[in-house]
């Protein structure tokens, strides 16, 4: 089993920054590729950035790029997203996710933090 706890969400203004955390316990963190994903109210979950094991390779979705940066930190167990030029469409729970296989499906999740960006 592999825990994992968000933090860093609040409600910032258009424009602005936010930082967030996932820290991992239990298994062995850099065994997993980790994954930040977001759910919107009345929508469905959806992928936002993906690091694997060793950090060297990043996926984003397409609208984030160039202003989200996924990061980890073995030696800590934790797993960053810093999100500048925030805007409005942005606003959503974000989760973290480990990935242990090379598929699709991540095996864990945290309990979500929410990010609320105003106009």
């Known amino acids: 089993q592999v825990q994992l706890v968000e933090s860093g969400g609040g409600l910032v203004q258009a424009g602005g920054s936010l930082r967030l955390s996932c820290a991992a316990s239990?298994?062995?963190?850099?065994?997993?590729?980790m994954g930040w994903f977001r759910q919107a109210p009345g929508k469905e979950r959806e992928f936002v950035a993906r690091i694997n094991r060793s950090g060297g390779s990043i996926t984003y979705k397409g609208s984030v790029k160039g202003r989200f940066a996924i990061s980890r930190d073995n030696a800590k167990n934790t797993v960053y997203l810093q999100m500048n030029s925030l805007k409005p469409e942005d606003t959503a729970v974000y989760y973290c996710?480990?990935?242990?296989?090379?598929?699709?499906?991540?095996?864990?999740w945290g309990q979500g933090t929410q990010v609320t960006v105003s106009s």
């Open positions: 239990g298994r062995t963190f850099s065994n997993y590729a």
């Open positions: 996710a480990a990935q242990l296989g090379v598929g699709p499906t991540y095996d864990y």
